[in-house]
């Protein structure tokens, strides 16, 4: 085979590669306005979601941030059959605290009509998040209550409020 008929070969070879790939591609691909307007759809749902799911959203992501990290140290051969107990148990107590954040939640909702963000710092200190009009004692007391029954152990609670 001469030079010149492989080079015809390999390039023709590459023209029908990008052929193929041009048309299997989306269309929308080719639609520059499209998508410059769905990304400012984007854009304006983020602005629209209030504090509270900012939180949730934050505290979704720092968790399955560790739990990827836990995860990877499970699967790791070199960890021993102790160490994966510990991180499998690791697991178990992150989901259990997450848990308990959404249960206090649905209660300070449905009992005290509240949007309340609850987030762990460790086992035994709460940092509580609402929003309300209303930022006195007695509710903030009532929060620390309503929270404190959902929980099995003495808990350091701690409550703010931020307007709407």
Same mark, same amino acid.
């Given at each position: 085979?001469?030079?010149?008929?492989?080079?015809?070969?390999? =390039?023709?070879?590459?023209?029908? +590669?990008?052929?193929?790939?041009? +048309?299997?591609?989306? @269309?929308?691909?080719?639609?520059?306005?499209?998508?410059?307007?769905?990304?400012?759809?984007? $854009?304006?749902?983020?602005?629209?979601?209030?504090?509270?799911? #900012?939180?949730?959203?934050?505290?979704?992501?720092?968790?399955?941030?560790?739990?990827?990290?836990?995860?990877?140290?499970?699967?790791? @051969?070199?960890?021993?059959?102790?160490?994966?107990?510990?991180?499998?148990?690791?697991?178990? #107590?992150?989901?259990?605290?997450?848990? @308990?954040?959404?249960?206090?939640?649905?209660? =300070?909702?449905?009992?005290?009509?509240?949007?309340?963000?609850?987030?762990?710092?460790?086992?035994?200190?709460? $940092?509580?998040?609402?929003?309300?009009?209303?930022?006195? $004692?007695? =509710?903030? +007391?009532?929060?620390?209550?309503?929270?404190?029954?959902?929980?099995?152990?003495? =808990?350091?609670?701690?409550?703010?409020?931020?307007? $709407?």
């Amino acid at each position: 085979m001469s030079k010149q008929s492989l080079w015809f070969l390999t =390039l023709f070879s590459l023209v029908l +590669v990008l052929g193929v790939y041009y +048309v299997t591609m989306p @269309t929308d691909v080719f639609n520059y306005n499209k998508n410059i307007k769905n990304s400012s759809n984007i $854009k304006s749902n983020i602005k629209k979601l209030d504090a509270i799911e #900012t939180y949730k959203e934050a505290s979704n992501e720092e968790r399955e941030e560790k739990k990827k990290k836990i995860e990877e140290k499970l699967a790791d @051969t070199r960890s021993t059959g102790e160490e994966k107990n510990n991180y499998y148990e690791e697991l178990k #107590t992150i989901g259990v605290i997450q848990g @308990t954040e959404e249960n206090i939640e649905k209660a =300070l909702s449905n009992n005290l009509k509240l949007n309340c963000f609850a987030k762990f710092s460790d086992n035994s200190n709460l $940092k509580i998040i609402c929003i309300s009009t209303n930022h006195d $004692k007695d =509710l903030a +007391v009532k929060v620390m209550r309503e929270a404190q029954n959902l929980s099995k152990n003495k =808990l350091n609670i701690s409550v703010k409020f931020q307007k $709407k």
